[in-house]
Every structure is written in structure tokens, then in C-alpha cells.
């Protein structure tokens, strides 16, 4: 049975208490077969990171008051562009950057377009020229997924020593 799932918008500046925890709590509900690996345990670091970042951007969905899954990001800074590294030439003079640093769906939700919704909402207002992902190479699926929302595989890139390799993914958010 579907959910009614409510999106709530968050913001650098104006978190709530308890922000970062319902965070770890969906991360650790989501990645619960996977939460022995290092790279998994650090979560809160990169839930500081992120949502420290000036223009950080959260969407929840909720079910009732239960967080279901969330999507964030942050515009990246003029000149440290991650996907830079990359082959990758932007046409029509694209220069400014989001990245959407997570979009994740607990279990007990997944299939209900739930991820798609979210990451329609963080993205809908967004005003950079493209939007950045990067999605571990060993899973084709959700690089099918993003593919779908308009994202195109640019390279691959391994951010830190004991994260898995990933896909750099692109996606004009202006028309060309």
C-alpha cells in the first residue's frame, strides 16, 4: 500500500533539533547491511559537512512523523568542482554547480517513486547551471535511475581511500 508522504524543505541556517540525527537514523535504516564498512560508519561527518555548507538544501519525506528518506546538497564553490576532473566540457558557457551530495529511501518505502519526488523537489528551485551526482559503480541500477532523471555519466572517481569507486554524473538543469 502507498504512503501518503509529505516533503519537507530544510536549509542551511535553519535546522531543526534533531536534524542530523533523523539523518543517521534513515542512513542506518537504509544501509544496514553495509554499516560495517569504515567509509558507512562516518555518515555524521559528512551530515556536518554538508549541512554546514552555506546553501545547503534538504528535502524529507515523511510518513506521518516518520522520515521515509531524504535528498541534500550544496552549491559547489566557482573553481572546486569535484567533477572537474573529468573529461567532461559543459556547452553554452555552463558554470555554476549543485551537488546533490545523497538521495536515500529507507527499505520500507523504496518503489514508491518516493526517491524521485525527492529529488524533483531539491532540485526545483535550484538556480546553478548543472547538478552533480556520484553513484558507486557497482551499481548499474541506480545509474539507470539517474540516467532517467536526465543525469549522463561523465567518468569515475574515488573521493576518499576507502570509498568505493563512483560514477561522476552530469545533468544540465538549464536548457541549452
Known sequence: MTSVIDLRHFQHGSLPEGFKQMLIDVHADSYADAMDLEFNQRFPWFVDHWSGMEGF????????????GFAYGAPLQPG?????????????????TYAVSEVMVRPRWRKQNISDRL???LLKERTEDLAV??????????????????YAKVGEQQPFADSPVYAVMVKNLRPA
Not at 133 to 150: A, C, F, N, R
Open 119 to 121: 529529488h524533483e523537489a
Open 80 to 96: 572546486r568542482e569535484w567533477w572537474r576532473s573529468t573529461d567532461y566540457q559543459p556547452n553554452n558557457g555552463y558554470t555554476s
Open 133 to 150: 551526482l556520484l553513484v558507486d559503480v557497482t551499481h548499474p541500477k541506480v545509474q539507470e535511475l539517474y540516467g532517467s532523471w536526465g
Open 57 to 68: 538544501t534538504c528535502v524529507v519525506a515523511f510518513d506521518g512523523e516518520e522520515s521515509a
